[in-house]
């Protein structure tokens, strides 16, 4: 199978926090991923802007260690590197002070697709995007990109979304969650909507429920002060979370346009019931494997902040009540996965006998660590012995079947890029979306603060709290092993 590389328009992009450890790691490696495909062409120019007085020598010498260390061996070439880092530059910029801005502009080109990747600090986003077009930099145009945390509330998400709207239209503004950028996710959108056989099954009446797990295994520590402020609930349910329980849960779009896409999803978010108490659960890692607990890596001995949440979340429309989605996400966790499990219903009657082989049809959708779709799915057990009832996977994935080439797939950060230089904003969220998940999210937080709500230890290498397994026992249902 041959995947087509469409080259972008030629571009300037600028990447203030260039030298910051996310530019480091994924955005400037991606976009050489970008180059060696030939999605990135030649005549496209890549702009570090940060705080430190660097030359574009020393850039591109900082680029080119972060290429070696996370771009695999054989994605290497010497030449291409050599050629993409003549495409870089470098500005010292302060985002709060003048200084900076009149070399930034002059650099760029007229005529060519300008974007502003924000990979700096959220306090900063107000003060880039005035200077933008104070100094000239941007045009109309141009297309701004800002990284997570979008906000810590509703109030403050609404005064974020108010001083970018001063600067730019909605249009032009590009809130990235890397998790809509995943291969699979967007697998998920092809195979409910460009088959048949899944759609009419795609409601409660045929869907017992929807688990959504993403487990990490690493700890804060190193950046337990800044997590200390934000939980696992900001951190990951407000955001990554939410988006993939949109996707699922969404109506078909008229069309895969961005703001069909992203109406059908703000709906979503809006029919979400207020989560009782009772159906939430929250938990802190406890000390072992010889390291710390949370509360040492957070430096905060009486912090009530949640590493753990587990979540039943109804959405309340004519497609779902019934069908309780099952959120959990933690860290120091048993093992590192993301996935999205959806069981299906029995079916109404068994012709067979053997009760005990069978199993619930279940899709799993798996973004981490290997990207993949299965549909489980009951046949017979081959050979003698009667009608016995097996359980077996259909890969849905074409991982395997690209072969080689599945090395091409762009990674999350690498496709959202190229979606800004295209101009495409289907897999970016919305003001008003975020908006209206912080809307739902809010009361939860405020009312476990209110409460003083502590979280529970959990041990490091398990599956999380034992209150977590209560909440689908309860439902006489269970979570899939983290593994
Ligand atoms: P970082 O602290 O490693 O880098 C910050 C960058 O901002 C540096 O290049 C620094 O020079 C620059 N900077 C700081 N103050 C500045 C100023 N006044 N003017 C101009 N430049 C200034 O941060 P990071 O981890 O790269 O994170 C960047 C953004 O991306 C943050 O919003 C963060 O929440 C978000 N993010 C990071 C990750 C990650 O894995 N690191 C993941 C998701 C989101």
Redesign the pocket.
């Known amino acids: 199978m041959v995947s087509r590389v469409i080259p972008v328009d030629v571009f300037d992009l600028v990447i ?8 480091r ?2 955005i400037l490696p991606g976009l050489y991923r970008r180059f060696l495909s030939g999605q990135m062409t030649s005549d496209s120019r890549i702009i570090g ?4 007085e660097l030359t574009d020598a020393d850039f591109r010498k900082m680029v080119s260690d972060s290429i070696d260390e996370f771009v695999p061996k054989g994605r290497r070439d010497p030449a291409i590197i050599e050629a993409f880092l003549s495409r870089l530059h470098y500005v010292a ?4 002070g003048e200084g900076g801005w009149d070399n930034l502009k002059s650099l760029m080109r007229p005529n060519v697709v300008r974007a502003f990747y924000f ?4 306090s ?1 986003f107000g003060d880039i995007a005035a200077r933008l077009n104070t100094h000239g930099v941007a045009d109309a145009q141009s297309r701004i990109v800002v ?3 979008f906000g810590r509330d509703l109030a403050s998400a609404r005064a974020l979304n108010a001083i970018l709207a001063e600067q730019f239209a909605e249009s032009q503004i590009y809130r990235i969650d ?1 998790y809509l950028g995943k291969e699979t996710v967007q697998n998920l959108m092809a195979v409910r909507f460009a088959n048949i056989l899944f759609e009419p099954l795609w409601k409660s009446e045929y869907i017992d429920h929807v688990q959504i797990t993403v487990a990490e295994t690493v700890s804060v520590e190193g950046r337990g002060a800044y997590y200390d402020k934000s939980g696992a609930m900001r951190d990951m349910v407000q955001n990554h979370m939410m988006q993939l329980l949109c996707l699922i849960a969404m109506e078909p779009p008229y069309h895969f346009d961005p703001d069909a896409v992203r109406d059908e999803k703000l709906k979503v978010i809006r029919a979400l019931d207020p989560v009782r108490s009772e159906d939430i659960v929250r938990g802190q890692y406890l000390a072992g494997g010889g390291q710390g607990g949370y509360v040492a890596h957070s430096e905060n001995v009486t912090s009530k902040t949640e590493s753990y949440i587990a979540l039943k979340v109804n959405v309340s429309n004519w497609r779902w009540k019934g069908t309780p989605f099952y959120l959990r996400t933690g860290k120091r966790l048993r093992a590192r996965t993301s996935e999205i499990a959806i069981t299906f219903k029995e079916p109404p009657h068994s012709i067979f006998d053997d009760a005990e082989g069978w199993r619930e049809n279940v899709l799993v959708i798996r973004l981490q660590p290997d990207e993949g779709m299965n549909l489980m799915v009951m046949i017979k057990e081959p050979g003698p012995g009667g009608m016995r009832l097996m359980q077996v996977p259909l890969d849905m994935s074409f991982a395997e079947a690209l072969g080689d080439e599945a090395e091409d797939i762009p990674d999350a950060y690498e496709r959202l890029i190229m979606d800004v230089i295209r101009g495409n904003q289907t897999l970016f969220m919305r003001g008003d979306e975020v908006e209206a998940a912080w809307a739902w999210t809010d009361p939860i937080i405020n009312a476990w603060e209110a409460k003083g709500d502590k979280p529970q230890g959990y041990d490091p290498g398990t599956s999380g709290p034992e209150d977590a397994l209560m909440l689908m026992h309860r439902d006489a249902r269970r979570w899939r092993e983290i593994r």
Do not use: N, W, Y
Not at 16 to 23: E, P
Not at 49 to 52: K, S, Y
Not at 93 to 96: R, S
């Open positions: 203030f926090g260039g030298t910051g450890d996310l530019a790691r994924k802007a940060a705080r430190g910029i302060d985002a709060k990979s700096v600090a959220p900063l990284e997570k945390p890397h």
